[in-house]
């Protein structure tokens, strides 16, 4: 099978074997096609001027084909990439290149995708996740992850950024998949060969704002952006104002782009609480609702949300599956280590109740005031929404890598209370997230890296420290100096994964404990997910819970633990078959009124 998504932007290969060019530049008067051709030879042709701010021009298979290079040059002078381009293999601010997306050969005709309720998401980096940093090398460890029991990789950005490493949050152009990645077959390949072993492949995007090396919309089609609007990156994308119609569909058209061609089985919008735009729909139901009804109709495609909010309105709507969940994140890390600075003040006051509030109900904000916020107001009511609306997880690259020095929660906390906190996450029935290599406590940290250049790469350096001034440990300025340098290549190498610490014994006993938490989820919890509702909740002393849902068959589940360092006691009601005990005695123990520290115990009751 051939994939290749129509769109009325970019370089399109025709029937006949000629080529499209279209751009939008309603702020020029005239756009030249420069064509590179085998030769070095430059052709320059002038692109026809249509109603709107449209240029297009067609070629023939003499003078353009897939492969050929090629940019735009703008009234003469500025010479600018396609900013629809398929591939930029000379990074950001050099010559786009022509791809025939049909010219590969799909092998997945069958795949359908899986159901929702079965994600146990892995995100990664392709930069850091292997030593070479490839769609290629990534492939070699996709048994690996069905081994452990993953059922979806979720990729950070591979949209084109600057330079030769970069988070991905700082794309530039969004359709070309970043060359040092490898090839737009390459990573085909890689979600073929995913697909191939029962793996969902989601890619994150960020369509709230563009990187700040390499865009040159401004230069040409300012349109782009609202002034009206501002964001932590300057104007906001303009999806409500004059024009926005066609900054509307170029944002539609990428999330298509991915799906069809690519065959990705969702995406994750990157921070739509930064999306601003007073339209309805706006531009995430608009979005939500053409894959839909696009790819939507004949597999399965998941939407996934970043959204500090706390906003419900998205989920209700059927057409996401899902959001992040910081609160459940904050609440347990605060449980872990303590850590009281930035957004964890917002849980210092009953950590153990805002846990157990996201275990059965999503949020822990819903629309309570947040000390962080300065006393607003943030979030919803969520206890309505069912479980799988909410994707828990203890560690991602923000949590990490928005770190000082990209510390691991393994680095910060003992073995045992770890140990807890991932039995109460991973069998809950939310869906839960991994980042790549916590599964075995992997010694490599995850920092903050980047490859500007200049006043940019300065400013961003002294950002980065400047961050840290409120946070006691940074207070001192020779401190904050020895925060790692985003730009240093040696902070992006420091992140590689150590994939040969496996072989000691310390790791290894992590990645089986990772295994087999994962086996009890697939074998106890998830066939039983479907048309399950909310939970119920209830503390015990300061440090103590219990979380009972009612699960699809019938059945109901229930959560004991305690997650402080002194026993609670109390009247503990529990019933059922315990598949998940963190010490054998602990029925023992629950039935005498007390609760140790730091356990877990997981029952299943079956419907009578």
Known sequence: MRRAHDMPFGASVLPGGGIRFRLWAPAVRQVELILENNTDNKISLAMQPLEGGWFQLETSPQLAAPGTLYYYRLDGGLIVPDPASRANPQDVHGTSQIVDAS?????????QGRPWHEAVIYELHLGTFTDDGTFSAAIRRLDYLVELGITAIELMPVADFPGTRNWGYDGALLFAPDHRYGTPHELKALVQAAHARGLMVFLDVVYNHFGPDGNYLHAYAPQFFNQRHHTPWGAAINFDGNDSRIVRDFFIHNALYWLEEYHFDGLRLDAVHAIVDDSRPDIVEELAAA???????????????????????YLQQGTIAAQWN??????????????????????????????????????????????????????????????????????????????????????????????????????????????????????????????????????????????FAGFGKFADPAARAAIPDPNDPATFVRCKLNWDCLDEPQHQLWLEYYKHLLTLRRTHVVPRLPGMGG?????????????????????????????????????????????????????????????????????IEEAR
């Open 535 to 603: 939970g119920e909740f209830e503390l015990m002393g300061t440090s103590g819970l219990v979380v009972r849902w009612h699960l699809g068959d019938g059945a109901r589940l229930t959560l004991l633990a305690n997650l402080g360092d002194s026993p609670v006691d109390g009247i503990i009601d529990f019933a059922g078959t315990a598949f998940y005990l963190s010490q054998v005695d602990l029925p023992e123990i629950f039935a005498a009124g007390r609760m140790p520290s730091w356990c877990a115990a997981w029952f």
């Open 103 to 111: 010219a590969f050969i799909w092998q997945d005709d069958s795949w």
């Open 326 to 467: 910081d609160d459940s994140h904050h609440a347990l890390h605060l449980l872990l280590t303590g850590e009281r600075d930035g957004y964890y003040a917002d849980y210092v006051d009953q950590p153990t109740y805002h846990l157990a509030r996201c275990l059965a109900e999503g949020f822990a904000f819903q629309g309570e005031p947040s000390l962080f916020r300065e006393g607003r107001l943030r979030g919803e009511p969520s206890g309505h929404l069912r479980p799988s609306a909410f994707i828990n997880f203890i560690q991602t690259h923000d949590q990490i890598g928005n770190r000082a020095y990209g510390e691991r929660i393994a680095m910060l906390t003992p073995q045992k209370p770890l140990q807890v906190a991932l039995a109460v996450l991973l069998l809950a029935p939310s869906p839960p997230m991994l980042f790549m290599g916590e599964e075995f406590a992997a010694a490599t940290p995850f920092q903050f890296f980047c490859d500007f250049q200049g006043e940019l790469a300065d400013a961003v350096t002294e950002g980065r420290r400047r961050e």
């Open 291 to 313: 894959v839909q009804a696009g790819p939507g109709q004949s597999r399965q495609v998941h939407l996934i949300l970043e959204n500090d909010a706390n906003t419900t309105g």
